[in-house]
């Protein structure tokens, strides 16, 4: 119960593209959902995060959609570029102590 | 302000030795989190200090496996007779304190432990 499903496992998308990755998970209590971006060889650093209360956020070209009764969020990354390249981690916390993260997405960006 | 600092960013230990990876947290955050990822895993919770206090450490494994967060320095993530199987990137994420609400969690870049 305390998993956080996410896919795909990788992506690739042309540069200029939508990127889609999505995660389901199951306890209820969860009562914040970020998602983190991981460049090889650095460590995690939020991206954008929302709480179950909103069913959308956007910033820039980042945009989570959060689907209460599904229990599903997702993210969307608008115009694609290389340097988007990288892998995303969504992740899940209940009362702002340790997050579970989902297993990540390997993205490339084509140019 | 410096980030979270982690050291050393590689450490390599024969079996049966010790590793002790280090983090030190960003000024004013008093809360600190490990967590280890394996290659082609997500990062896995193993525990979650305050300074002198172990909060939550549902994720360390029982055995090996110890943490702490001493009043001065860093925090320390000690393994013991380390195992092939301990391989992987141990990262440290630190916080301020709560006030009431999520704060965002500050990841460090890591420490990458190969077990030979």
């Known amino acids: 119960q305390q998993q956080v499903k996410q896919s795909p496992q990788s992506l690739i998308v042309q540069k200029g593209g939508i990127s889609i990755i999505n995660c389901a998970y199951e306890?209820?209590?969860?009562?914040?959902f970020p998602w983190y971006q991981q460049f090889p060889g650095k460590g995690p650093a939020l991206l954008i995060a929302i709480r179950p209360d909103v069913s959308e956020k956007k910033e820039g070209r980042f945009t989570i959609s959060f689907n209460k009764s599904a229990k599903q969020f997702s993210l969307h990354i608008m115009d694609s570029q290389p340097g988007d390249s990288a892998t995303y981690f969504c992740?899940?916390?209940?009362?702002?102590?340790?997050?579970?993260f989902g297993t990540g997405t390997r993205l490339l960006v084509s140019p | 302000n410096a980030g979270v600092m982690q050291n050393p960013r590689h450490l390599v230990r024969r079996r049966g030795q010790e590793a002790r990876l280090r983090c030190s947290p960003m000024?004013?955050?008093?809360?600190v989190y490990w967590y280890r990822q394996l290659p082609e895993e997500g990062l896995k919770f193993m525990v979650y200090?305050?300074?002198?206090?172990?909060?939550?450490e549902s994720g360390m494994p029982k055995e090996r496996f110890s943490a702490e967060f001493p009043k001065e320095g860093p925090s320390i993530l000690r393994i013991q007779q380390v195992v092939r199987g301990d391989s992987a990137a141990y990262f440290c994420?630190?916080?301020?304190?709560?006030?009431?609400?999520?704060?965002?969690?500050?990841f460090g870049q890591g420490t990458r432990l190969t077990v030979v």
């Open positions: 000024k004013g955050h008093s809360h």
């Open positions: 994420a630190s916080s301020p304190p709560d006030r009431g609400r999520f704060t965002e969690a500050f």
């Open positions: 306890n209820t209590a969860f009562d914040y």
């Open positions: 200090l305050q300074k002198e206090n172990i909060i939550d």
């Open positions: 992740a899940a916390t209940r009362g702002f102590q340790k997050l579970v």
